[in-house]
C-alpha cells in the first residue's frame, strides 16, 4: 500500500517561498513509470495541477505556475518536495501531493496539508 503525506509550514507571508515535502512510503519514486504531482485546491475553487517529477527525475509544470516553481526530489528519503517562491494570498489552498502512472488516472493521494499565506 503506497501511503504519501504532505509537510511544511501552514502559514507563510506574502513575498516569501512556499516550501512542501511530501514523503512515500510502500513504493519508491524512482520506479518506473510513475510521476508525481502537486496539486492545489484554492477555497471554493477546483483542482490545480502544479507539476510533476518523474520517476527518472523529468520535471513538468503547469504554465501558469512555472516562472516560479520547483519540484525536486530526494532518492534517498523518497521525497519530492515543492516549492513556490513569490507567494500572494491567492496561493492560499490545500496543497497535495499524488501519483500516476503514466498515461493513467492519480491513484495514490496524500491528505493535503492546508496552507495560509497572510502577514
Known amino acids: 500500500q503506497v501511503q504519501l503525506q504532505e509537510s511544511g509550514p501552514d502559514l507563510v507571508k506574502p513575498s516569501q517561498t512556499l516550501s512542501l515535502t511530501c514523503t512515500i512510503s510502500g513504493g519508491s519514486i524512482t520506479t518506473s513509470y510513475y510521476y508525481w504531482s502537486w496539486i492545489r485546491q484554492p477555497p471554493g475553487k477546483g483542482l490545480e495541477w502544479i507539476g510533476y517529477?518523474?520517476?527518472?527525475?523529468?520535471?513538468n509544470y503547469n504554465p501558469t505556475f512555472k516562472s516560479r516553481t520547483s519540484i525536486s526530489r530526494d532518492a534517498s528519503k523518497n521525497q519530492i518536495s515543492l516549492q513556490l517562491r513569490s507567494v500572494t494570498p491567492e496561493d492560499t489552498a490545500v496543497y497535495y501531493c499524488?501519483?500516476?502512472?503514466?498515461?493513467?488516472?492519480?491513484?495514490?493521494w496524500g491528505q493535503g496539508t492546508q496552507v495560509t499565506v497572510a502577514s
Open positions: 517529477i518523474g520517476y527518472s527525475g523529468i520535471t
Open positions: 499524488a501519483r500516476e502512472a503514466s498515461g493513467d488516472p492519480y491513484d495514490y
